[in-house]
Structure formats: structure tokens, C-alpha cells
């Protein structure tokens, strides 16, 4: 089974700090994506990749960045944590654009 | 732009049906998916219907799309509490490189014994 692995479930950070979440897919996926689950708002996209150093702007960009160094990492980069951003980030991959996406288990991150 | 609507929230008896509709603006959606998250897990899909088909079963699970009211449900038969969950409408458009999903606000079904 595809396995998509975000190395932290709970992080809790102070506001203007600088936060890594880190994503990593044991299929050889191409295509990797962050979405950010709020309640009341579902999931929204906030950058995507299709292949190594590539990377597109998704729904909501603002205030995040993202690595795609290697294949099977993606990384998510918060600059400077504001409280907005406190969510539960999901990573998920898929092998070709028509396919189906797995997810990992999400990383829900507070910024006090 | 593209738009995915739930309902936020349904509760159901064990054992009986449960329907979860959603509602989309997309009318060149290809594919439409239907995703759940238990409680404290990432999504894992349930089920896909491709835009030209109007229904799909498999076992217990149900979908029927009306794609003139761009209207899509999931119905499970005999809900148990295991269903008990978030369940995400999305809906995947036909053009251009990308591959974005949009997905719906999530209802969270509640299931009691």
C-alpha cells in the first residue's frame, strides 16, 4: 500500500517563529499536494508539485512556501507563524493527475 | 469559481440508511469522489463516479449523480457506528495540467447506537 507519511501528528508553535512540516511518499509519486482542513471550510489547496523543483500556487498561497528537493519529499514552510495559520495540515500524493489521492494522517499545528 | 457544498451535519440510527448529498458548480467536472476521515486519520477514498454515469454501487455504499442539478449523494445502507465519520464531496475539473481537487466543506455523520 502506498504509505504518505507527515512526520509530526500535533506541533505547537510561537507566532513569528519559523515552521518546517514535512511530507514524504514511499510510491515514487510525481504529484504532491498541502491542503489545509478548517472546520465549516473543508480542504483547501495551498501548493502542489509535479515533479522535483517544481511547484504551483494552490487556492490559498499566502504566507507559505514549499521545497520539493527530492521526489518523495515535500515539505511545507511557514516564514512566520501567524495564529491564522493554526490548522490541521494534509499532504497527499498521486502517481498521475488522474488518479486518486492518497493521504497522510495530517499535522495539526497551534501557533500560540 | 469552482464550488463544493455539504451539508455540515447528519445523525442516523444504526442500521438504518444514511444519504450525504452534495451540490457543485463545475458543469465540466470529470470525475466526482467521495472521501471519509475518521476520527484523528488523514481522507481515505470511498468511491469515484466518472461524469457520465448516473449511478454506482458497491456493497453497501451508493452514488447517484444528476449532473443537470450537478447534484451528487452517497447513500449507505444499514449505517453502522464504524461509519460514523467526515465524508468529502470533490470533484476533479476536465481541463488544463492541473490535477486540483475541490473538495467540499465535509459532513460529519453521526451514527447512534
Known amino acids: 500500500d502506498v504509505k504518505v507519511t507527515q512526520s509530526s501528528r500535533y506541533l505547537v508553535k510561537r507566532t513569528g517563529e519559523k515552521v518546517f512540516l514535512e511530507c514524504v511518499q514511499d510510491m515514487d509519486h510525481e504529484n504532491m499536494f498541502w491542503y489545509r482542513q478548517d472546520p465549516g471550510l473543508g480542504l483547501r489547496l495551498i501548493y502542489f508539485s509535479y515533479d522535483v523543483k517544481m511547484k504551483e500556487k494552490g487556492d490559498i498561497p499566502e504566507g507559505y512556501s514549499v521545497s520539493r528537493e527530492k521526489k518523495e519529499r515535500f515539505s511545507l514552510i511557514l516564514e512566520s507563524a501567524s495564529t491564522n495559520q493554526t490548522s490541521m495540515y494534509l499532504c497527499a500524493s498521486t502517481r498521475d493527475k488522474k488518479e486518486k489521492l492518497f493521504f497522510g494522517s495530517g499535522t495539526q499545528l497551534s501557533v500560540l | 469559481g469552482e464550488d463544493v457544498e455539504q451539508s455540515l451535519f447528519l445523525s442516523v440510527r444504526e442500521g438504518d440508511s444514511s444519504v450525504i448529498n452534495c451540490t457543485y458548480t463545475d458543469s465540466s467536472s470529470t470525475y466526482l469522489y467521495w472521501y471519509k476521515q475518521e476520527p484523528g486519520a488523514g481522507l481515505q477514498l470511498l468511491t469515484y463516479?466518472?461524469?457520465?454515469?448516473d449511478m454506482k454501487q458497491d456493497q453497501r455504499l451508493t452514488v447517484l449523480l444528476n449532473k443537470k442539478d450537478k447534484h451528487l449523494s452517497l447513500r449507505i445502507a444499514d449505517t453502522q457506528t464504524g461509519d460514523s465519520a467526515i465524508y468529502f464531496c470533490?470533484?476533479?475539473?476536465?481541463?488544463?495540467?492541473?490535477?486540483?481537487?475541490?473538495f467540499g466543506t465535509g459532513t460529519l455523520l453521526a451514527v447512534q447506537p
Open positions: 470533490a470533484e476533479r475539473g476536465s481541463g488544463g495540467a492541473t490535477n486540483k481537487l475541490i
Open positions: 463516479i466518472f461524469s457520465n454515469m
